[in-house]
């Protein structure tokens, strides 16, 4: 006799382990039906999962049931996204080794995730730190280091001076380290990069073929790429003016319409220019590291009040040789895009508006609405950046912003300054080259020596891969490796003399760009993929992950496998045919008189007839609801998957993640909620158990 209620904790176990023992969810390479490749973004482990991963892991879980039952060969493997900064700062906060604290955050975690029931095949499992994994990541790297795909470069970068570590430009607030809290400098230092600016176009034009992606997320990565085009111009300088007798200042803009609209030029503080006004002008050079404590972050840079020096320096505008523009220095151009230099012309842009308004340059338009009278058009705090008609422009008035662009454009291109166009069309890209090096130590070693007579060389093929030490001390700031006594010590594989290896270690984005290539034969231990069978199961036919995703990780996997391609490990050129990205899980707060949060599980909700309240369970006091929001380990809003299975089962927990919201939505965590879907699945039980008592008789 069939218990008339689903007992979770009996049934789910049971099956879980007939699953493992007849590896009923293995996917063989050789199966000859077609395939189908599902995969969700893999976890970091940082030692729990949560409700979010349910979710992600439960849609992709639905999708490798429902293609496996239609006799598809389906491929639904699981990894860990394993090296990363957190493992290090464990390693300093607990006094453990990185290594220790992430396999056992990892076997931690695969316990949790075997308990929801999903479909995976386990026999692919890898961490991105097994260096198994990493030694083939090391070896693409020479393949792309011999294919002039990566490079090392000198470059400006953010730099913690009490960490000793290059910070992204996400980890400077306020000027200062994330961690640390020093004020953070610019330094010009050596680094390596991935040339993916060789692929911008491609990588732009082939949006287009992505039909299987959200449209925000093509449009995201299209914004970062940014492709524009315009006109290079060649500004005379007055000679007399400038330090050391330049004779012109090159900049690229998309407007060489607003030409006449021009107040002022800037240039960045890293601009040679200005390093040499600099030179004799001590309160130049003050200014110029104040405003490099800001870091590199556009974001930052854009919301910073907009600041300038004087140089002195006077640009000549290129169809008034009277015309006499002043050269600042500024805090809002950067040396890394353009050419560092820019006209400003505030009436057509905010932040030149903002500029000159702070520093009464004025500003004149020269763009007019259509409809508004142009001897009545002015323009006071907020810029004009919209359509319209050509004024206060010489010969370009009374026509179009398009028309003005092209007459600019014919003008300057055929006046010649010293055999040289004073005007060059030219299309350039907001996308920078990838930057991969690191200086920490929990991180996949870059593969180079450093040699004072051979200068940088590889590391012979036969000697991958280049192990991290484990025998590493944390007790010093900066990166662990370089204070290793013996490790990055080592012989010149050209010349046999002393050398030093690379102590930077690889972004970990590295990690993550190829690691669904390696599923499709995590057991090649001669080669990163074996073509035959990777050709055939990329490219991932549904991908799923977060939409914080949607630049980074997504443009910098597309990079890497068309390397893979140029390099022959791979015969495609886009990673993911389809892309989802799922919605968050989220959660009211509970707040405590004193403001600090306390957790769901501590909380009872009680409805009244003022509606509804909280209580501690602990002590009846209460608690404020606060708005419902991401859950955060800060805000205390985060629902432990193991009390839900604990409580109701995996199948309840999968079926209100599925049914609740839409899966492209967030959806709000309800313990009302929960008992609603337990309910649903408790009369699916008795209805089977009925249909088959029925069918016996």
């Known amino acids: 006799m069939t218990s008339e209620r689903y007992n979770a904790r009996e049934s789910e176990p049971r099956w879980q382990r007939l699953w493992d023992d007849k590896a009923i969810f293995a996917s063989k390479n050789d199966d000859t039906r077609p395939k189908y490749y599902v995969l969700e973004m893999f976890p970091y482990p940082s030692g729990r999962i949560h409700i979010g991963h349910v979710r992600n892991y439960t849609l992709g879980d639905v999708l490798a049931r429902y293609m496996r039952a239609k006799g598809f060969n389906v491929l639904h493997p699981m990894g860990w996204d394993a090296f990363g900064l957190p493992a290090e700062n464990a390693a300093i906060e607990r006094k453990v080794a990185p290594k220790a604290w992430t396999y056992d955050n990892i076997a931690a975690m695969k316990k949790q995730l075997r308990s929801i029931g999903l479909s995976l095949d386990w026999s692919r499992e890898f961490a991105t730190c097994d260096p198994s994994y990493y030694k083939h990541q090391q070896k693409m790297f020479l393949d792309m280091l011999r294919a002039g795909l990566a490079e090392r470069e000198k470059r400006k970068l953010n730099w913690d001076p009490v960490d000793m570590t290059v910070l992204a430009n996400e980890q400077v607030i306020d000027g200062r380290g994330w961690r640390s809290g020093a004020v953070v400098e610019q330094r010009e230092m050596s680094q390596w990069v991935f040339k993916i600016t060789k692929y911008a176009q491609e990588l732009l034009d082939a949006l287009d073929g992505l039909d299987r992606w959200p449209d925000k997320v093509r449009l995201m990565q299209r914004n970062w790429i940014g492709r524009s085009e315009g006109l290079l111009i060649r500004f005379a300088l007055d000679a007399a003016t400038t330090p050391d007798g330049e004779s012109e200042l090159k900049i690229f803009t998309t407007r060489p319409d607003t030409l006449f609209g021009a107040k002022f ?136 912003i398009e028309q003005a662009k092209e007459e600019v ?44 007579k051979c200068d940088v060389v590889p590391v012979p093929d036969a000697d991958l891969p280049v192990v991290l030490p484990e025998d590493v001390t944390f007790d010093r700031p900066g990166n662990a490796l370089d204070h290793h006594p013996t490790w990055k010590h080592v012989t010149c594989p050209q010349c046999g003399g002393k050398a030093v290896r690379e102590t930077d270690t690889m972004d970990t984005f590295v990690d993550s760009s190829w690691y669904f290539a390696r599923f499709t034969d995590p057991w090649n231990a001669t080669a990163p993929t074996t073509p035959a069978v990777v050709n055939r199961m990329m490219p991932v036919d549904q991908y799923i992950g977060g939409v914080e995703h949607a630049i980074l990780h997504l443009l910098y996997s597309r990079f890497f496998t068309r390397a893979m391609k140029a390099t022959g490990h791979v015969d495609m050129t886009e990673p993911f045919a389809g892309m989802f990205t799922q919605g968050m899980v989220v959660h009211e707060t509970y707040q405590k008189a ?104």
Not at 321 to 348: D, M, Q, R, S
Request: glycine share 8%.
């Open 594 to 697: 004193d403001g600090s949060f306390v957790t769901p599980a501590e909380v009872k909700v009680e409805i009244d007839g003022n509606g509804r309240r909280a209580v501690l369970m602990a002590t009846g006091e209460e608690v404020e609801i606060g708005p419902i929001e991401k859950m955060s380990k800060s805000k205390k809003n985060t629902v432990d998957p193991d009390d839900i299975i604990a409580s109701y089962g995996a199948d309840v927990a999968r079926w209100f993640m599925l049914s609740d919201s839409p899966p492209d939505r967030d959806v709000i965590w309800s313990d009302e909620r929960v008992q609603g879907a337990s309910r649903f699945v408790q009369r699916l039980w008795r209805l089977v158990n009925e249909s088959a008592e029925i069918a016996k008789a």
């Open 265 to 400: 030029m800037a240039i960045s503080a890293d601009h040679p220019l200005a390093q040499a006004a600099a030179a004799k002008n001590p309160d130049l050079a003050e200014f110029i590291a104040d405003i490099k404590k800001i870091g590199t972050a556009q974001e930052i840079i854009d919301t910073a009040e907009k600041q300038g020096f004087d140089t002195g320096i006077k640009a000549v505008h290129p169809f008034d040789p009277n015309w006499k523009l002043p050269v600042y220095v500024a805090n809002f151009v950067l040396i890394e895009y353009g050419t560092g230099a820019i006209f400003g012309c505030p009436a057509h842009d905010q932040r030149d508006l903002d500029f000159v308004n702070k520093y009464n340059l004025g500003n004149t338009p020269v763009v007019c609405p259509e409809g508004q009278d142009p001897k009545t058009f002015v323009i006071t705090d907020t810029a004009y950046d919209g359509d319209g008609r050509i004024i206060n422009s010489r010969f370009l008035d009374g026509m179009t």
């Open 409 to 452: 454009a014919k003008r300057l291109e055929s006046e010649v300054r010293g055999n040289t166009p004073v005007g060059e069309r030219q299309v350039n890209f907001r996308l920078r080259d990838w930057g991969i090096s690191r200086q920490r130590y929990w991180g996949c070693p870059i593969p180079v020596i450093h040699c004072p």
